[in-house]
């Protein structure tokens, strides 16, 4: 196991402490205070911050890694990646059917609200409640994404919460610019996230072993496109699409630290943004979403659209999820300032 001692970038909760250095309070450990509280008989221990030894708080490549190993895991963890944006070039060699552009913009909504919905709002912060066989069906659909598994992506999201737009942020455009939280970081966060972070998912047994096979999925539904409507089919509904949704991602963890207004003075930079909020069907309302991270809703006033919640509200309505969590009336207020003495 990693020691503190590793490198500068890697210095742990233990070691600040250590130090006498301040801890802040971050969303996440409140997050996962929540979660403790909600469910009592799930052993979460994340927040802890007396275990023995603690991860790495950064996720890039320990200084002792050999070049093989930096290149043979950026290569494993991207792969995936790189090959539907080639295969999306395939369809200007098989042209398109009017089933390949009619089923289209269903796939690409359906995959913008599973991201959403499913990776972040769900597994990131189990922010509603579902049974546990819709939750390894969301989990699949997560999976079919191509954005690896859900317990890798609330692990590296939740990180992202409690260290946002400091030097152990894995995208922070603050840190390492906007080309790199846009995608450069995939290709260089090769740690293992601190995977107690996501005990709580881990208790599971299904989804720890979706998490080994993540890729199932997405090959099915690449089989299934190709059954139904060939190659064409392939390279539009199922690469093309999976690319822009990843895109998607990229856009908040990049832009929304960027560019809009901050309605909340939270510790990082994090934004609101009606358009990339259109664009991410809910999740351009950033800098809501960082003040109070447990809520289902990120659009947190009614003008504020936010497709997804409506979504998640259809799904209540339904008895298909429950235990929606909605942001108190006391958070919805910007915390005012003192003034300066």
Same mark, same amino acid.
């Given at each position: 196991?990693?020691?503190?001692?590793?490198?500068?970038?890697?210095?742990? %909760? %233990?070691?600040?402490?250590?130090?006498?250095?301040?801890?802040?309070? *971050?969303?996440?450990?409140?997050?996962?205070?929540?979660?403790?509280?909600?469910?009592?008989?799930?052993?979460?221990? %994340?927040?802890?911050?007396?275990?023995?030894?603690?991860?790495?708080?950064?996720?890039?490549?320990?200084?002792?890694?050999?070049?093989?190993?930096?290149?043979?895991?950026?290569?494993?963890?991207?792969?995936?990646?790189?090959?539907?944006? @080639?295969?999306?070039?395939?369809?200007?060699?098989?042209?398109?059917?009017?089933?390949?552009?009619?089923?289209?913009?269903?796939?690409?909504?359906?995959?913008?609200?599973?991201?959403?919905?499913?990776?972040?709002?769900?597994?990131?912060?189990?922010?509603?409640?579902? *049974?546990?066989?819709?939750?390894?069906?969301?989990?699949? @659909?997560?999976?079919?994404?191509?954005?690896?598994?859900?317990?890798?992506?609330?692990?590296?999201?939740?990180?992202?919460?409690?260290?946002?737009?400091?030097?152990?942020?894995?995208?922070?455009? @603050?840190?390492?610019?906007?080309?790199?939280?846009?995608?450069?970081?995939?290709?260089?966060?090769?740690?293992?996230?601190?995977?107690? *972070?996501?005990?709580?998912?881990?208790?599971?047994?299904?989804?720890?072993?979706?998490?080994?096979?993540?890729?199932?999925?997405?090959?099915?539904?690449?089989?299934?496109?190709?059954?139904?409507?060939?190659?064409?089919?392939?390279?539009?509904?199922?690469?093309?699409?999976?690319?822009?949704?990843?895109?998607?991602?990229?856009?908040?963890?990049?832009?929304?630290?960027?560019?809009?207004?901050?309605?909340?003075?939270?510790?990082?930079?994090?934004?609101?943004?009606?358009?990339?909020?259109?664009?991410?069907?809910?999740?351009?309302?950033?800098?809501?979403?960082?003040?109070?991270?447990?809520?289902?809703?990120?659009?947190?006033?009614?003008?504020?659209?936010?497709?997804?919640?409506?979504?998640?509200?259809?799904?209540?309505?339904?008895?298909?999820?429950?235990?929606?969590?909605?942001?108190?009336?006391?958070?919805?207020?910007?915390?005012?300032?003192?003034?300066?003495?």
């Amino acid at each position: 196991m990693s020691t503190t001692h590793d490198t500068p970038l890697a210095v742990t %909760a %233990a070691a600040r402490a250590a130090n006498g250095e301040h801890l802040k309070e *971050s969303p996440y450990s409140s997050l996962m205070a929540d979660l403790a509280e909600n469910k009592p008989d799930v052993p979460i221990a %994340a927040h802890s911050r007396q275990p023995a030894e603690m991860p790495r708080s950064s996720l890039l490549p320990s200084p002792y890694r050999s070049w093989p190993w930096i290149l043979y895991n950026s290569a494993r963890g991207t792969w995936f990646l790189i090959l539907i944006h @080639l295969g999306a070039l395939g369809v200007f060699f098989t042209g398109a059917t009017w089933l390949d552009w009619l089923l289209f913009p269903a796939i690409m909504y359906a995959r913008g609200l599973i991201t959403t919905i499913g990776y972040h709002r769900y597994f990131a912060h189990r922010s509603f409640k579902t *049974s546990r066989v819709g939750q390894f069906v969301l989990a699949c @659909l997560c999976c079919a994404n191509l954005q690896r598994g859900p317990l890798w992506w609330a692990a590296i999201h939740r990180h992202h919460h409690r260290h946002s737009d400091e030097v152990e942020d894995a995208h922070s455009p @603050l840190q390492g610019g906007f080309l790199w939280s846009y995608a450069g970081w995939m290709f260089a966060t090769l740690e293992d996230p601190d995977w107690g *972070s996501v005990r709580d998912l881990r208790r599971y047994p299904e989804l720890v072993w979706l998490e080994r096979f993540w890729l199932l999925p997405g090959l099915l539904l690449a089989g299934a496109c190709w059954l139904v409507g060939g190659w064409s089919m392939v390279w539009l509904d199922f690469c093309l699409t999976a690319a822009i949704a990843v895109h998607g991602a990229a856009v908040i963890n990049s832009l929304s630290h960027m560019i809009g207004s901050r309605r909340y003075p939270t510790p990082d930079q994090s934004r609101n943004s009606m358009l990339l909020a259109i664009i991410t069907l809910g999740d351009g309302w950033h800098n809501n979403h960082h003040h109070y991270p447990h809520a289902a809703q990120a659009g947190f006033f009614w003008w504020e659209i936010d497709g997804s919640f409506r979504l998640i509200r259809l799904l209540e309505r339904l008895g298909l999820v429950w235990g929606v969590r909605r942001v108190p009336a006391h958070k919805l207020q910007p915390a005012v300032r003192p003034p300066l003495a």
